[in-house]
């Protein structure tokens, strides 16, 4: 495929993207794609079969970058320990930044796609092979039963997404603080719990 090919390809990519995201799938027209796009109808089947295929195209493509993303985090051996945190934090980020740069993708792969919980529960499988392996390197607590942590990371990055993020009413800085505040440090005040004896005794 020459430049031009690839230039009409994108512009059908993109626009299909916004149209599914505005419209869902079935109110979108191929018609409406191409015509967003400056093309004709007949260039469309040039490059993609149907609009199925692109629509899936579109989730597959969300879902590869998602995980690889995902996947790319991994804590290696050696992180000091002060740093565990900022790098947890940098890893949440990303992510909303991703998903709040790619808004239509993000409404297809996470509300609109007929299979979003298998894709769920993949991208939460990473995760928790992540988890499992930095738990391992002794980056967080040993007792941590570490799918159910994974499990509650996506459900809050989903969750936040859909109410704040894409929206446009926190940012992902915004977003990634909080969440990750809340799993590093969790919701008692910083001090010593009536009864239980602190760490340092």
Known sequence: MG???????????????????IRGFHDTKVS?????AGL????????????????????????????????????ENG?????VSKRVLAAVETVFQ???????????GFFLNPE???????????LK???????????FRSELEMETVAECLIGMIIHLTDLYLLPGIKDPANLSAEVVDLLIH????????????????
């Open 32 to 36: 409406t794609i191409v015509k967003r």
């Open 186 to 201: 969790g919701m008692l005040p910083n001090q010593s719990i009536p009864g239980q004896a602190s760490e340092t005794e």
């Open 79 to 83: 992180v000091k320990r002060k740093d």
């Open 3 to 21: 430049r031009k090919g690839k230039e009409s390809r994108k512009r059908l990519f993109e626009a299909a993207a916004n149209e599914f995201a």
């Open 40 to 75: 004709t109808q007949p260039s469309f089947y040039l490059y993609f079969s149907s609009k199925d295929a692109i629509f899936e195209e579109l989730i597959a493509d969300f879902h590869t970058h998602l995980r690889e993303l995902i996947t790319s985090f991994r804590l």
């Open 98 to 108: 991703f998903l709040a740069a790619n808004p239509d993708l993000t409404r297809i």
């Open 129 to 139: 092979e992540n988890l499992e392996a930095e738990q391992r390197l002794g980056y």
């Open 116 to 126: 979003a919980k298998q894709m769920k529960r993949d991208v939460t499988l990473a």
